[in-house]
């Protein structure tokens, strides 16, 4: 039989460093950047403070459309009627958050039954009791929440978002 001319002689520490090297290299390369997320509360960016409406324009679960960070971010103002974690106002229970769905940037409905903004496109559903959590459908992130604010006259200010707004790159204005 004969032999190949371009044969390697290589030795077994030779064999098992070139493995190694080429497992941590894939092992790298699996590594995934998480996008930046909030703690419940804290804006992810701070906006200038908006004034959205007031306590007293707010009916029990029917939502209040607003726009913020600007005029092309439509968005909601709803009172839950129970006290949630990431609420505003007197009994805790006014949340905002964005109806653009971060999926496919579709327009949402609030469902008043189980307190979810919905999305028509994919049917991606958020529930706005937990923060805007995704609770079903195709969106690979929560939805947009605004930080808010209540002052002693019932005014309601957003001060920022914990999530990026679909379609932009950053959430700079």
């Known amino acids: 039989m004969a032999s190949c001319e371009k044969l390697v002689d290589m030795g077994r520490r030779q064999f098992l460093r070139g493995a190694g090297i080429g497992m941590a290299s894939a092992a790298a390369a699996t590594v995934v950047a998480q996008p930046a997320q909030a703690a419940p509360g804290q804006a992810l960016v701070n906006y200038p403070a908006n004034l959205l409406g007031n306590v007293s324009d707010l009916t029990l679960n029917e939502p209040l459309d607003v726009a ?63 923060g805007g959590q995704q609770v079903w459908g195709h969106a690979t992130q929560n939805l947009p929440q605004y930080i808010l604010r209540v002052d002693d006259k019932g005014d309601i200010y957003a001060e920022g978002l914990d999530e990026l707004l679909y379609g932009r790159l950053s959430n700079v204005l």
Do not use: Q, W
């Open 68 to 130: 913020y960070p600007d005029d092309s971010a439509p968005g909601v103002l709803i009172k839950l009627g129970t006290k949630v974690e990431g609420g505003a106002g007197p009994d805790g229970d006014i949340v905002g958050f964005s109806t653009i769905c971060p999926h496919k940037g579709f327009p949402m409905s609030f469902d008043a039954n189980d307190k979810t903004l919905n999305c028509p496109g994919h049917y991606s559903r958020f529930d706005c009791e937990k």
